[in-house]
């Protein structure tokens, strides 16, 4: 391995992008990029700095094996999210490479803690986990709370880096059309997985379903026995006023989709769906968070404005409000800033 730079990655929807950052503003030629995962669902172009792990018990055992091998020599380890079993038990048994780990914490893996706690073979995990994420070198998030979490749950003792991590977590300028007066567009999660609270969201805007308005509810990803459930809860309740997107979409026409959102409603207990929060908020939507969760205290804390889930309503943000936010997630969640931070984790 001639990579000075080693990245541990869930092949996710966040990963093409991101490699195709890193080369466009930082080049390839000291980084590996190591895949682990479905790799038709979310290809990456193969090149000198990519390898997967083809699919197959013996091709997975020997890719683990040169993993290890690759760990070894890389001078800065980046683990893209801690969600998988393998990954936990090879640093648990290297616990001498951790001090050069950069864990960017997805949220879902951290809340592993709470979420998988009523789970089969819970307590077995957290025997491999709590070292691991104990002794992380360097922890990696833009959501202060997530860190506090992981020190509390874990006794963290890792550095602390910001970094806005994704391209998707970026300010996007995008050109919106006018919209007429009256129906206003609802938009309900991000995903199908039932961290989303779908039920209750619903039960929140049921009150106001004789109104004019639409709810769009993403389900393209996640838990697919969710889905159906959820769209069947949907059509109960608001009847032909609800569309569920159950396919996935090109980014553009997603986005197009966003920018006709009035209200959003993300009612998760943790950290989740920053992606399209920060998008809507940065088209000055209207958006609404649970309380006491770490990406509402972020928001909290940056002056932008969002309300609580508990108290929702159609009323819309002020022509002020819209443009304060438009402004600071312009500045916030900026493009120079996710380059400089990314090149503090890299060293470069």
Same mark, same amino acid.
């Given at each position: 391995?001639?990579?000075?730079?080693?990245? @541990?990655?869930?092949?996710?929807?966040? %990963?093409?992008?991101?490699?195709?950052?890193?080369?466009?503003?930082? #080049?390839? =030629?000291?980084?590996?990029?190591?895949?682990?995962?479905?790799?038709?669902?979310?290809?990456?172009?193969?090149?000198?700095?990519?390898?997967?792990?083809?699919?197959?018990?013996?091709?997975? !055992?020997? #890719?683990?094996?040169?993993?290890?091998?690759?760990?070894?020599?890389?001078?800065?380890?980046?683990?893209?999210?801690?969600?998988?079993?393998?990954?936990?038990?090879?640093? !648990?048994?290297?616990?001498?490479?951790?001090?050069?780990?950069?864990?960017? %914490?997805?949220?879902? =893996?951290?809340?592993?803690?709470?979420?998988?706690?009523?789970?089969?073979?819970?307590?077995?995990?957290?025997?491999?986990?709590?070292?691991?994420?104990?002794?992380?070198?360097?922890?990696?998030?833009?959501?202060?709370?997530?860190?506090?979490?992981?020190?509390?749950?874990?006794?963290?003792?890792?550095?602390?880096?910001?970094?806005?991590?994704?391209?998707?977590?970026?300010?996007?300028?995008?050109?919106?059309?006018?919209?007429?007066? #009256?129906? %206003? $567009?609802?938009?309900?999660? $991000?995903?199908?997985?039932?961290?989303?609270?779908?039920?209750?969201?619903?039960?929140?805007?049921?009150?106001?379903?004789?109104? =004019?308005?639409?709810?769009?509810?993403?389900?393209?990803?996640? $838990?697919?026995?969710?889905?159906?459930?959820?769209?069947?809860? #949907?059509?109960?309740? !608001?009847?032909?006023?609800?569309?569920?997107?159950? =396919?996935?979409?090109?980014?553009?026409?997603?986005?197009?989709?966003?920018?006709?959102?009035?209200?959003?409603?993300?009612?998760?207990?943790?950290?989740?769906?920053?992606?399209?929060?920060?998008?809507?908020?940065?088209?000055?939507?209207?958006?609404?968070?649970?309380?006491? @969760?770490?990406?509402?205290?972020? !928001?909290?804390?940056?002056?932008?404005?969002?309300?609580?889930?508990?108290?929702?309503?159609?009323?819309?943000?002020?022509?002020?409000?819209?443009?304060? /936010?438009?402004?600071? @997630?312009?500045?916030?969640?900026?493009?120079?800033?996710?380059? /400089?931070?990314?090149?503090? %984790?890299?060293?470069?």
């Amino acid at each position: 391995m001639k990579s000075k730079i080693l990245h @541990v990655c869930n092949t996710d929807k966040f %990963i093409p992008s991101f490699i195709s950052f890193v080369e466009e503003y930082m #080049g390839l =030629d000291e980084h590996l990029f190591f895949l682990i995962g479905d790799h038709q669902q979310h290809p990456v172009r193969q090149t000198q700095s990519v390898e997967k792990i083809p699919q197959g018990a013996l091709s997975h !055992f020997l #890719g683990y094996m040169r993993l290890a091998f690759y760990m070894h020599r890389a001078e800065r380890i980046i683990l893209h999210g801690l969600s998988k079993k393998k990954i936990e038990k090879l640093l !648990f048994f290297m616990p001498w490479v951790l001090k050069k780990c950069y864990w960017l %914490i997805w949220g879902s =893996d951290l809340y592993l803690y709470k979420t998988a706690r009523h789970k089969k073979g819970w307590k077995k995990r957290e025997f491999f986990r709590r070292p691991v994420i104990k002794k992380m070198g360097h922890l990696v998030t833009y959501v202060e709370g997530d860190v506090a979490l992981a020190r509390q749950w874990y006794g963290a003792e890792g550095i602390y880096h910001e970094c806005l991590i994704y391209p998707s977590n970026l300010y996007k300028a995008y050109k919106l059309e006018e919209k007429a007066e #009256g129906r %206003i $567009n609802i938009q309900v999660g $991000n995903s199908s997985d039932t961290a989303n609270n779908h039920a209750d969201a619903f039960d929140k805007i049921a009150p106001y379903k004789e109104n =004019d308005i639409h709810l769009y509810v993403p389900l393209s990803y996640g $838990n697919a026995k969710n889905a159906v459930k959820v769209q069947q809860e #949907g059509k109960v309740i !608001f009847g032909k006023k609800v569309t569920a997107l159950r =396919d996935f979409l090109p980014l553009q026409e997603y986005y197009r989709i966003l920018a006709s959102i009035d209200i959003a409603v993300f009612n998760h207990k943790r950290q989740q769906a920053m992606g399209n929060i920060i998008t809507l908020l940065g088209m000055g939507k209207t958006v609404y968070l649970r309380e006491g @969760v770490a990406h509402k205290e972020l !928001f909290d804390r940056l002056e932008i404005a969002c309300f609580d889930v508990e108290n929702f309503s159609l009323e819309l943000l002020s022509a002020e409000e819209r443009e304060k /936010n438009v402004a600071r @997630v312009r500045e916030v969640f900026s493009q120079e800033r996710l380059i /400089n931070q990314l090149r503090d %984790i890299f060293g470069r």
